[in-house]
């Protein structure tokens, strides 16, 4: 990005500049504050940059050329005054030398625009838990020192106040934090409130980047599952527990996936289970080929069917998605129900598997876009061999 401090632009290199090239704006810098923006799509925007009140702050004047150098220095220039006056200049709507009155800013609290945000974003959500876990983090880490800012006012230094209590002892809850956050500033860029963002890569640059280590959900090697299958099976758990959790590690099918199956899901003719798109977690349907045990298990299942859910709990109502952690707690298996798709994965790896075939068995969504335009395919007879192999694994006698 160019970062030329040069005291004065000139209006023929205003005019003719254009984009280095490079990630993000190009700024040059002029009086008063003034700093002219040019996007890499060769647009040309003129900031002003100062401190209000004690904070840093990027005020929008305006376009080139629909704003001249010469407007924008006078703006910058009574920008500048008014901020060592103590005022605020973004409720100036107009250049100096207008007999327009001073107007206040029209731009929402940071309270209210991650309101909208939640709103706008909650139909597409699969469930009412990722509402709940947006507003509590902003609940409880942004809104204390963003809440009744406008998000005009915001700047870096204020989401790094918010942020820096648990950026070091809960640092997933606080690049989630971040996250939610620089999504709202988005909206007000969007919404014209604002040109930048103060929770991104000028944000980033100056977090810490060590740390708390990233936790991993705890998984068995996968040298160790049969044992603790064996272990469950031999538990006194409830039938359709020991049941779901075996049927889980055989599919290496998520918890909510296997806990919420209903019967009309399953083919049994075909050996074949259809979870919904609106529980796999990218949105897709998802076909799962059943290996012989795993049929065997949906079997054993059918024979104390209660109604049409495939794993019921005690009530005959769905399983809670605590009940296998806490069975396997009970128990002493060291390992989360995710966990076991990373044995899945692991023994896949070590054991040869294709690794589109291993991806596709775990619904993982293919990043590489050239790659996933060219998987037309879920590979499911392909699939069926390796998880028939996986259960002859688990056996032993594979």
């Known amino acids: ?35 002219l923006r040019v996007r890499p799509s060769g647009n040309k925007h003129w900031v002003w940059r100062g401190t209000v009140r004690g904070r840093r702050r990027d005020l929008g004047l305006g376009s080139f050329p629909y704003i001249t150098l010469a407007d924008a220095r006078e703006m910058a220039l009574e920008y500048r005054r008014l901020a060592r006056a103590g005022k605020d200049p973004s409720a100036v709507h107009a250049p100096a030398g207008s007999d327009k009155p001073e107007a206040k800013s029209n731009a929402p609290t940071f309270r209210q625009a991650a309101a909208e945000v939640i709103d706008l974003h909650r139909p597409t959500w699969r469930n009412g838990k990722s509402a709940a876990q947006w507003e509590a983090s902003l609940r409880d880490y942004a809104y204390p020192v963003l809440g009744d800012m406008r998000v005009d006012e915001i700047g870096s230094g204020d989401v790094l106040r918010a942020l820096r209590p648990i950026w070091n002892t809960k640092r997933e809850t606080a690049q989630r934090t971040r996250q939610r956050i620089s999504a709202v500033m988005k909206a007000a860029i969007a919404a014209g ?6 929770a991104g890569e000028a944000l980033a640059a100056a977090l810490p980047k060590g740390g708390q280590k990233q936790r991993h959900q705890r998984a068995l090697p996968h040298g160790e599952v049969a044992a603790a299958v064996d272990t469950v099976r031999r538990s006194n758990a409830l039938e359709a527990t020991k049941f779901a959790f075996e049927f889980l590690v055989l599919t290496a099918a998520r918890s909510g996936e296997v806990r919420l199956m209903t019967w009309d899901e399953v083919d049994l003719d075909r050996e074949v289970w259809t979870v919904p798109a609106e529980r796999m977690k990218a949105g897709r349907e998802h076909r799962v080929p059943l290996s012989g045990r795993a049929a065997a298990v949906l079997g054993e299942a059918l024979e104390i069917r209660e109604n049409a859910l495939v794993f019921p709990s005690a009530t005959g109502r769905r399983m809670s ?60 007879e392909r699939r069926r061999e390796m998880m028939e192999a996986w259960s002859s694994y688990l056996s032993g006698s594979g």
């Open 1 to 35: 990005m160019a970062d030329s401090r040069s005291p004065k632009l000139s209006f023929a290199f205003v005019k003719n500049v254009t984009h280095g090239g490079g990630k993000g704006f190009d700024k040059y810098y002029d009086q008063h504050g003034l700093i």
């Open 193 to 198: 409130h604002r040109l930048d963002n103060p």
């Open 321 to 380: 998605d605590n009940t296998l952690s806490k069975l396997l707690r009970e128990l002493g298996v060291d390992a989360v129900p995710h966990g076991f798709r990373s044995s899945f994965r692991d023994w896949c790896g070590e054991s040869g598997q294709p690794r589109e075939l291993a991806e596709a068995a775990l619904a993982h969504t293919i990043r590489n876009k050239a790659e996933a335009a060219y998987a037309r395919t879920d590979l499911l």
